[in-house]
């Protein structure tokens, strides 16, 4: 499956973002799906992750309470929904898809990334 994100920009502190990834292929039905993220200087975090069909959710304790993740498998997308945008959300972000239905948040689960898009939060 290839990957493409969107939806990176500058935003000030508290605003809001939406990224969305698209997917190709007939199966993305049977892909769990999630975000992670690469501050500047850092390595790649975990951010959130859904299942295949978008019952089951997991997120970081740092993005709990305002980032949503939802998937709309009509449409082969994922979203993350951004709100209380804060300078420490400033990175890289990665959607990433592994094609069994169990959660995950570990990079070295990913069997697909996506090409980055860069969020940066201005203080």
């Known amino acids: 499956v290839q990957l493409q994100a969107s939806g990176g920009g500058l935003v000030q502190a508290g605003g809001s973002l939406r990224l969305s990834c698209a997917a190709s292929?007939?199966?993305?039905?049977?892909?769990?799906m999630g975000w992670f993220r690469q501050p500047p200087g850092k390595g790649r975090e975990f951010v959130a992750v859904?299942?295949?069909?978008?019952?089951?959710?997991y997120y970081a304790d740092s993005v709990k309470g305002r980032f949503t993740i939802s998937r709309d498998n009509a449409k082969n997308t994922v979203y993350l929904q951004m709100n209380s945008l804060k300078p420490d959300d400033t990175a890289v972000y990665y959607c990433?898809?592994?094609?069994?239905?169990?959660?995950?948040?570990?990079?070295?689960?990913?069997?697909?990334w996506g090409r980055g898009t860069q969020v940066t939060v201005s203080s």
């Open positions: 990433a898809a592994r094609g069994l239905n169990v959660l995950f948040i570990n990079p070295g689960q990913v069997d697909y």
């Open positions: 292929g007939r199966t993305f039905i049977t892909y769990t």
């Open positions: 859904i299942s295949w069909s978008g019952d089951n959710t």
